[in-house]
């Protein structure tokens, strides 16, 4: 089951692009990102009617990188790179994690988790095919975007919120909250959705941004952050799949391998956690974090 659940993050964000093309085209991307963020937000606390799960500066710190400042980088670079080469930076975050945590925590890379790492990024750069030419400011953005989620991944790992619905929620508000300034300057005041981009709109509040965020946040506490960031691999390939089935999209067959790989690095991570649980079962020792 929390696998399960784990792997519903990656999934609906990997929907992002198909819904964006099908309905949200006529969007700015700059106040989509409000829409994404605000709304889910809100509706969540509709339903908790829940307070801050931490204390204001915490909750301030983490919406701000994992929420507002992600979404903003994550717009500059799709501005001014491909969605192959920007999936690929974004596909780091794994490696990005263990590079932090070796930093800041002296945690050195588990050999097992960083050989599902590079397998998995391997995978993913022979699915999106990733183009030479690349924009150094839109690469620089969007490594840290990267940077931005992997860090408040720590967070919530390390503050240990046992309100993970709450935690999403407020995350969700006040990181909309802070994004509707720079929407308002960049894109000026927001304008009425079409009838057409409605169904779009539902999917990518409820689904995409309330379910996949509480989802991944989820992951974060149960699985921890190196398992769940392996587990966003399925993000492009949820992306690639849809556009082949929704959007006409082909795929070749260095791609068909890359899908290979990604998969070859889940199925490596789960069942190798399998057989490592009778031993851990039999332990007292706590499992370090």
């Known amino acids: 089951m929390h696998y399960f659940i784990a792997i519903l993050a990656p999934i609906f964000w990997g929907s992002t692009y198909s819904a964006v093309a099908l309905y949200l085209g006529d969007l700015s991307p700059y106040w989509m ?37 992600f979404f903003l980088l994550l717009f500059i670079a799709a501005y001014r790179l491909p969605g192959a080469v920007a999936g690929t930076l974004g596909a780091t975050l794994p490696l990005v994690l263990m590079l932090l945590q070796w ?3 002296g945690k050195r890379p588990e050999p097992k988790m960083l050989g599902l790492a590079i397998l998995g990024l ?11 030419d690349i924009d150094w400011v839109g690469a620089g953005a969007m490594l840290l975007a990267t940077f931005f989620v992997a ?4 967070w919530m790992k390390r503050w240990e919120a046992k309100d993970i619905f709450g935690l999403t929620a407020w995350q969700l508000v006040l990181g909309g909250a802070m994004l509707i300034p720079f929407a308002w300057s960049l894109a000026g005041p927001p304008q009425a959705p079409t009838l057409h981009a409605v ?12 379910v ?27 992306a690639v799949t849809l556009g082949v089935l929704w959007i ?9 391998l890359g899908i290979a790989m990604i998969l070859a690095s889940l199925l490596w991570m789960k069942f190798s ?7 851990s079962a039999k332990s007292a020792v706590v499992p370090s974090r």
């Not at 963020?37 to 809100?42: D, E, Q, Y």
């Not at 169904?199 to 689904?207: D, K, T």
């Not at 956690?273 to 031993?279: A, I, V």
């Open 103 to 105: 930093l800041t925590e």
């Open 151 to 154: 860090q408040s991944t720590l």
């Open 248 to 256: 006409d999209e082909t795929l070749q067959p260095l791609q068909w």
């Open 212 to 238: 996949g965020y509480w989802a991944y946040i989820r992951s974060i506490t149960v699985l921890g952050p190196n398992r769940q960031s392996i587990i966003m691999f399925l993000n492009p390939l949820t």
């Open 33 to 69: 990102a409000v829409w994404r963020a605000l709304p889910a937000g809100i509706l969540m606390l509709l339903i908790s009617r829940r307070g801050l799960p931490l204390s204001l500066p915490k909750m301030l710190a983490v919406s701000f990188f994992n929420i507002a400042a």
């Open 122 to 132: 391997m995978g993913v750069g022979l699915l999106l095919n990733p183009s030479t």
């Open 199 to 210: 169904p779009g709109l539902i999917w990518v509040i409820v689904l995409n941004t309330a």
């Open 273 to 279: 956690d399998k057989l490592t649980l009778p031993r």
